[in-house]
């Protein structure tokens, strides 16, 4: 392949990368598009990802502005019944060979390298055969790589494993029947999130009996009720209110464990153990039901993080653990989203996609792709397209929803912007917020109440982030 000239160039074709490049086709119908990935498919991650992995939010929240992920139905049964489908790990990466082949390839406007490596510079080589081809860069390069996310099965261990002991990541459990003769006895899982949470719900309804697992948790974690969240006009109500709710408790709350314990009061916010206080938050969602069915494991080891696994016991910050003989240690210990400082999304021949609105990266790209076509110069760009700053701890929840609420009052504020946020398929609430008349005189309750709980929980985060 020879050199050539692109005016966007994007490097990485996941969910940022993609729903960036979808959304900038549509509002800049003269420009061209390359994007570089080191992957064979598009869709980032989700090509190494667990099989038995699903989206944790409503399959509406995900994807690209111009194309429906999922068919829009409600679960009429298992551990999602009554919510929105939550689309699979195929049939996400499924999806993005879709968007990549019937939206954007067609378009003529847009060149896909696979398997290829940006180095900077115009400088893309093939990790195939190693060429490199030299590309000019028009306009900017987009840089959706920076928060990159790490799965089990390509992440670096930051412990030791002696030889004998068995482990893997979750990818190679659905793969245990092919040696039934060798079949563990019994399964601990390491790592407090959601990888481990799906592992654990896996190993259950795949008939592993609670008293057959041990998780090794060091920190409890708060999780978002997946009932607050759901989109659309069937669970306005539910969902609007869930919010202004959530809005009032974060006014009323004196510090970051009385503000989750006051968003659980009101159904915002759950945890797996009552009897512990969560210390993290990572913006993991599931259902009442999936967290009743991790309480059924008792075995929950709160030692640190392992440091070490011996043939006989593991080794941990705050001690050591006996191993129950067959074991096999389950790494999910892959950190998911990279905690990295927010930096300027637009910046010099460069844009660094980042969340802009808490936990949405599909509809967090398409809006910086809105921006750059129709908002002029870095400075104006900038203050619409603030990067919220990844939470870990539950004192850190307080400063995110504040940019949050900060980015969201700024959107409202550009009649342009807000037209398009309101017809944008990634954004569930908006269009139907404007259906609302004087006559539904329950859903207008809750939205004259929205702005000044909004107002009072932007006052009470900027105390509680001084």
Known sequence: MGDFTTDYLIVGAGAMGLAFADTLLAELPDVSITIVDRHAKPGGHWNDAYPFVTLHQPSAYYGVASLPLGSGQIDSHGLNAGLYELASGPEVSAYYEHVMNRVLLPSGRVRYLPMSDYK?????????????????????????????????????????????????????????????????????????????????????????????????????????NRKSIQPGAVFFERTLGAALKMRQAIGEAS???????????????????????????????????????????????????????????????????????????????????????????????LIVPQMVRMPQPAFSAALIAWVEAHVDGEAAQNALTRAVPLPDTIQEFARAELVNIGNEGKWSANPAMRAWIDNCRLDSMGKEIRRVTPADTDKMAILMQMMPATMAAAANLQRLTA
């Open 255 to 349: 510090d970051a464990s009385d503000m989750f314990l006051r968003m659980e009061a009101c159904g915002w916010m759950h945890r797996i153990s009552r009897d512990v206080l969560p210390t993290m938050f990572h913006y993991a969602v599931s259902s009442e039901a999936e967290i009743a069915l991790l309480r059924r494991v008792t075995d929950v080891i709160r030692q640190g993080r392992v440091l070490a696994l011996e043939p006989e016991w593991m080794v941990m910050e705050h001690g050591t653990r006996a191993t129950a003989p067959g074991t096999l240690f389950i790494d999910c210990t892959a950190t998911a989203v990279e905690r990295r400082p927010p930096v300027p999304v637009f910046q010099p021949g």
């Open 120 to 224: 900077g510079d115009g400088r893309i080589v093939s990790l195939i055969s190693g060429a490199e081809t030299r590309v000019e860069i028009a306009r900017k390069t987009v840089d959706s790589t920076y928060l990159g996310t790490s799965v089990p099965s390509t992440h670096t261990r930051k412990f030791t494993v002696a030889d004998g002991v068995r482990i893997m990541p979750p990818n190679d459990l659905p793969h245990l029947w092919r040696a039934p003769d060798a079949m563990p006895r019994h399964f601990t899982v390491l790592g407090a999130g959601k990888t481990g949470m799906d592992t654990i719900i896996f190993l259950l309804n795949a008939g592993a009996t609670p008293d057959m697992i041990s998780w090794v948790a060091p920190r409890a974690s708060w999780f978002y």
